[in-house]
T-cell receptor, first 113, second 115 residues
Framework: GENVEQHPSTLSVQEGDSAVIKCTYS??????FPWYKQELGKRPQLIID?????GEKKDQRIAVTLNKTAKHFSLHITETQPEDSAVYFC????????????FGTGTRLTIIP | ETGVTQSPTHLIKTRGQQVTLRCSSQ?????VSWYQQALGQGPQFIFQ???????GRGNFPPRFSGLQFPNYSSELNVNALELDDSALYLC??????????????FGNGTRLTVT
């Protein structure tokens, strides 16, 4: 089955700086890679996703890159703000009769004012 | 548009007991997936229901079971509770069973504590 590894487990950055979170996956059939943000005591919320036919996707201060050959994908947050502080999860899924998301273990991002 | 709602929000049970968790899917969504999130971990897939039928199951024992009703709401039942079942249980609904076709919308979860 799919295995998703996520690094780092914790990350502290100065407000205004950039943050990068990296994930690797094991199943070459995976073709959908979402990122979720989970604030303390709240539900995971989808912030951006990418499919395997695309190498990069941006949405304002957030971008995701995908390297299918190396089986890794990354989340980039630029000009970080205090409200970016949360736990971020990467995930992977394939469409070959596989109905589930396999999540990474999460990265706790802290923005230092 | 009403989002995904789960009940109860918190629950304390004793080892060996049984528990039922409930989820109302977002309007227009016919698929419900259940995930278990242990403290400090990512969510793990339990199972998915699509149009009232189980449509995939993760690596969880048979004492984890579920139902989906004609209105697409769902229940998660856990029998013979163990201490390791203590976790946040998340329900997510979508309009298609394939997460690549339809993003998952999560509820706030039910925090289950087994003592």
């Amino acid at each position: 089955g799919e295995n998703v590894e996520q690094h780092p487990s914790t990350l502290s950055v100065q407000e205004g700086d950039s943050a990068v979170i990296k994930c690797t996956y094991s199943d070459s059939a995976s073709n959908y890679f979402p990122w979720y943000k989970q604030e303390l005591g709240k539900r995971p919320q989808l912030i951006i996703d990418i499919r395997s036919n695309v190498g990069e996707k941006k949405d304002q201060r957030i971008a995701v890159t995908l390297n299918k050959t190396a089986k890794h994908f990354s989340l980039h947050i630029t000009e970080t703000q205090p409200e970016d502080s949360a736990v971020y999860f990467c995930a992977a899924a394939s469409n070959f009769g596989n109905e589930k998301l396999t999540f990474g273990t999460g990265t706790r991002l802290t923005i230092i004012p | 548009e009403t989002g995904v709602t789960q009940s109860p929000t918190h629950l304390i049970k004793t080892r060996g007991q049984q528990v039922t968790l409930r989820c109302s899917s977002q309007s227009g969504h016919n698929t419900v997936s259940w995930y278990q999130q242990a403290l400090g971990q990512g969510p793990q897939f339990i199972f998915q229901y699509y149009r009232e039928e189980e449509n995939g199951r993760g690596n969880f024992p048979p004492r984890f079971s579920g139902l989906q009703f004609p209105n697409y709401s769902s229940e998660l039942n856990v029998n013979a509770l163990e201490l390791d079942d203590s976790a946040l249980y998340l329900c997510a609904s979508s309009i298609d069973p394939d997460p690549g076709k339809s993003p998952l919308h999560f509820g706030n979860g039910t925090r289950l504590t087994v003592t």
